[in-house]
């Protein structure tokens, strides 16, 4: 019986493409998604210096994507 390795296993990235193009536009989603939800709340800060825009910002951003997961989320359709 073959000892199981502790580094990941990259063999389904090398000899599947369609599986290496849907993890690939998974990763930059996910990345992209990261990197927005820190550069908008920056950007408002800087150009109003108000945190109350800030937190409303980051308020309507997270209710909104909580709204969308509900509807879309689980089992195919709206609610």
């Known amino acids: ?11 389904l990235l090398k000899t ?4 290496r193009a849907v993890f690939c ?5 996910i990345l992209a998604l990261g990197l927005l939800g820190i550069a908008v709340p920056v950007q408002i800060q800087s150009m109003t ?4 825009l800030v937190g409303l910002s980051v308020t309507l951003a997270g209710s909104g994507m909580f709204i ?3 509807m879309g989320g689980g089992h195919g359709g709206p609610l």
């Open 1 to 11: 019986m073959n000892k199981p390795s502790i580094l990941l296993d990259f063999s």
């Open 16 to 19: 599947h493409a369609t599986f």
């Open 25 to 29: 536009a998974r990763f930059i989603s």
């Open 49 to 52: 210096g108000s945190t109350l």
């Open 68 to 70: 969308g997961l509900l």
